[in-house]
């Protein structure tokens, strides 16, 4: 079945840095555009980076410009999200995305949280 498995969530510093993978399973992973969604407590899930399928594009949310780096290992069915310069406000749960219209799969999330 299919499968997104997020890691790398914990507790850091303001100013201080994250990895989050996901690791995908069950469906042709290349063939998919990948996505890292967010969640704060009482805000709506919204979009921080996407990357297409063969990793030659990429986007951002304003606000992580800069700071985010999403990247994929199609060999490893892996999609990645560098986070640097960590500010609080990046306080939240991490959800990777798989899309190719009309299918989306999503995983279970990991959380994030700056705080000194």
């Known amino acids: 079945q299919v499968q997104l498995v997020e890691s790398g969530g914990d507790l850091v510093q303001p100013g201080g840095s994250l990895r989050l993978s996901c690791a995908a399973s069950?469906?042709?992973?290349?063939?998919?555009?990948m996505n890292w969604h967010r969640q704060a407590p009482g805000k709506e899930r919204e979009l921080v980076a996407s990357i297409t399928s063969a990793g030659g594009i990429t986007s951002y949310k304003d606000s992580v410009k800069g700071r985010f780096t999403i990247s994929r290992d199609n060999a490893k069915n892996t999609v990645y999200l560098q986070m640097n310069s960590l500010k609080p406000s990046d306080t939240a749960v991490y959800y990777c995305?798989?899309?190719?219209?009309?299918?989306?799969?999503w995983g279970q999330g990991t959380q994030v949280t700056v705080s000194s």
């Open positions: 995305n798989a899309r190719r219209v009309p299918v989306n799969y």
């Open positions: 069950g469906f042709t992973f290349s063939n998919y555009a």
